[in-house]
């Protein structure tokens, strides 16, 4: 008997007809100079599961009302039948009552497979709550003077050799 639950209510379905699950992805592509379009991401899109099924019995009114508690509330659910998918909820509920299904009711239900955010806290540090760092006062000290650094002797040989060479060209 296939049901769905929230891990504290559940809801048993009288008949399930069919249970299609589909898993599909985006695959992005960018044309080139020459040959075929290059495929350059995948990203994979959540399960989409359609079921449709019946409900009969004396409980079925309960039982459409708290379906529809499901999908009003979000609530996170788990589908346990011919396939098992945890992580859903409820996108869309139709139920069709006619003079087909006595004491109940067709249902079409679509549950979507959602991913869920974890929460995390972090501690974040106020510029106002960080002691001063020590910094010594600026002093003046008068006018300075850049000191030259010695020239390196690779620096002096390169260009030694660039002029030579510029001096070279010119004579012949």
């Given at each position: 008997?296939?049901?769905?639950?929230?891990?504290?209510?559940t809801v048993v379905f009288?008949?399930?007809?069919?249970?299609?699950?589909?898993?599909?992805?985006?695959?992005?592509?960018?044309?080139?100079?020459?040959?075929?379009?290059?495929?350059?991401?995948?990203?994979?899109?959540?399960?989409?599961?359609?079921?449709?099924?019946?409900?009969?019995?004396?409980?079925?009114?309960?039982?459409?009302?708290q379906i529809d508690s499901?999908?009003?509330?979000?609530?996170?659910?788990?589908?346990?039948?011919?396939?098992?998918?945890?992580?859903?909820?409820?996108?869309?509920?139709?139920?069709?009552?006619?003079?087909?299904?006595?004491?109940?009711?067709?249902?079409?239900?679509?549950?979507?497979?959602?991913?869920?955010?974890?929460?995390?806290?972090?501690?974040?540090?106020?510029?106002?709550?960080?002691?001063?760092?020590?910094?010594?006062?600026?002093?003046?000290?008068?006018?300075?003077?850049?000191?030259?650094?010695?020239?390196?002797?690779?620096?002096?040989?390169?260009?030694?050799?660039?002029?030579?060479g510029k001096v070279n060209?010119?004579?012949?």
């Open positions: 008997m296939a049901q769905i639950t929230d891990g504290r209510t009288s008949t399930v007809e069919s249970e299609n699950p589909n898993r599909s992805s985006e695959v992005t592509s960018n044309p080139v100079e020459t040959g075929e379009d290059v495929a350059d991401h995948v990203k994979s899109n959540p399960t989409r599961f359609p079921i449709t099924g019946l409900i009969v019995g004396p409980d079925a009114a309960q039982k459409l009302s499901f999908r009003r509330s979000g609530a996170i659910l788990t589908y346990i039948g011919r396939n098992l998918i945890q992580n859903v909820v409820i996108k869309s509920f139709n139920s069709t009552h006619d003079s087909d299904v006595a004491n109940g009711f067709r249902f079409s239900i679509e549950l979507e497979q959602v991913r869920i955010a974890v929460k995390k806290t972090v501690n974040i540090i106020l510029p106002g709550s960080v002691p001063p760092t020590q910094v010594k006062p600026v002093e003046n000290k008068g006018r300075q003077q850049p000191k030259k650094k010695p020239a390196d002797p690779q620096t002096i040989d390169r260009l030694i050799a660039t002029a030579r060209n010119t004579i012949a």
